[in-house]
């Protein structure tokens, strides 16, 4: 609950007013739809609006904002239980039916409003008395134009609003986080041995035995054994010459294992 106190300070004096219990959710939806552009700058178009028998809703509140964004508008009476889900439920509704909504907007504000309409941007407004932590955290991770709206009535003539949290994200800005999460994810395929590593051994058997008819191959009296495969066997191919080395000259051995050469 908001710490906000509001006193009356006509007279010179500091009458603090009483906060009054918590108005009923219709009153104050009627309350705001009546002030929508006053109260959430937002110019209202349609109360109770019918999702249709599929979806088998209906949005509190629709509106446009001065940017030509649509607006979807929910209230609660008391705490926000339920409320931001529903919310996004109805934006993906929104999302699906662009035709009605404009042809909406045509028949309350006129053809120049519906042809101006910005889609890529739809908002969310959810009024309620208090919000949870959990809620402020969750609207930060969804990443969606999400307005957290508090509302307090003192008597029966004061109404305090309090943006409990503002979160703008275009679509452009919502498909570069996919895709960057997308980049940051790193599939690791372990090495198991099979074909793959069969096949690699063979192609590199093939190219030593290409150095020369001089190239002889020779098993390892010894494999070891590795993580994977209790019996690899090992093959070392030498190639050295006829004749004795001469001053300059060596022989030569190539020696091949799993992942490493050595020349000597």
Same mark, same amino acid.
């Given at each position: 609950? $908001?710490?906000?106190?509001?006193?009356?300070? #006509?007279?010179?004096?500091? #009458?603090? %007013?009483?906060?009054?219990?918590?108005?009923?959710? !219709?009153?104050?939806?009627?309350?705001?739809?009546?002030?929508?552009?006053?109260?959430? @700058?937002?110019?209202?178009?349609?109360?109770?609006?019918?999702?249709?028998?599929?979806?088998?809703?209906?949005?509190? $509140?629709?509106?446009?904002?001065?940017?030509?964004?649509?607006?979807?508008?929910? +209230?609660?009476? @008391?705490?926000? /239980?339920?409320?931001?889900?529903?919310?996004?439920? +109805?934006?993906?509704? =929104?999302?699906?039916?662009?035709?009605?909504?404009?042809?909406?907007?045509?028949? !309350?504000?006129?053809? #120049?409003?519906?042809?101006?309409?910005?889609?890529?941007?739809?908002?969310?407004?959810?009024?309620?008395? *208090?919000?949870?932590?959990?809620? %402020?955290?969750?609207?930060?991770?969804?990443? !969606?134009?999400?307005?957290?709206?508090?509302?307090?009535?003192?008597?029966?003539?004061?109404? /305090?609003?309090?943006? &409990?949290?503002?979160?703008?994200?275009?679509?452009?800005?919502?498909?570069?986080?996919?895709?960057?999460?997308?980049?940051?994810?790193?599939?690791?395929?372990?090495? %198991?041995?099979?074909?793959?590593?069969?096949?690699?051994?063979?192609?590199?058997?093939? &190219?030593?035995?290409? =150095? @020369?008819?001089?190239?002889?191959? *020779?098993?390892?009296? /010894?494999? !070891?054994?590795?993580?994977?495969?209790?019996?690899?066997?090992?093959?070392?191919?030498?190639? $050295?010459?006829?004749?004795?080395?001469?001053?300059?000259?060596?022989?030569?051995? &190539?020696?091949?294992?799993?992942?490493?050469?050595?020349?000597?």
């Amino acid at each position: 609950m $908001s710490g906000l106190r509001l006193f009356n300070v #006509a007279g010179g004096g500091a #009458a603090e %007013v009483a906060t009054a219990t918590a108005m009923r959710e !219709r009153h104050l939806q009627e309350l705001v739809e009546s002030n929508m552009e006053a109260l959430l @700058g937002v110019r209202f178009l349609a109360s109770e609006y019918s999702t249709g028998p599929r979806r088998g809703g209906r949005i509190d $509140s629709l509106g446009l904002d001065e940017n030509g964004s649509p607006v979807i508008v929910e +209230y609660k009476r @008391g705490q926000s /239980a339920g409320v931001i889900p529903q919310g996004l439920f +109805y934006l993906s509704w =929104l999302a699906d039916h662009r035709a009605e909504f404009q042809l909406l907007v045509r028949e !309350r504000l006129g053809a #120049a409003a519906a042809a101006q309409v910005l889609w890529s941007a739809p908002r969310l407004i959810c009024v309620a008395e *208090s919000f949870t932590r959990y809620d %402020v955290h969750a609207v930060r991770e969804i990443q !969606r134009n999400i307005d957290l709206v508090r509302y307090r009535s003192f008597g029966h003539e004061l109404l /305090a609003l309090e943006t &409990v949290i503002s979160v703008t994200s275009s679509a452009k800005e919502r498909r570069a986080v996919r895709k960057q999460d997308r980049a940051a994810t790193t599939i690791v395929q372990p090495c %198991v041995a099979g074909e793959p590593l069969d096949e690699l051994r063979s192609a590199l058997d093939d &190219v030593l035995v290409s =150095l @020369g008819d001089d190239v002889r191959t *020779s098993p390892l009296s /010894a494999a !070891r054994s590795s993580a994977r495969s209790s019996s690899t066997s090992r093959q070392t191919r030498t190639r $050295s010459t006829s004749s004795p080395a001469s001053p300059g000259t060596c022989g030569r051995s &190539v020696t091949t294992a799993p992942g490493r050469w050595r020349c000597a």
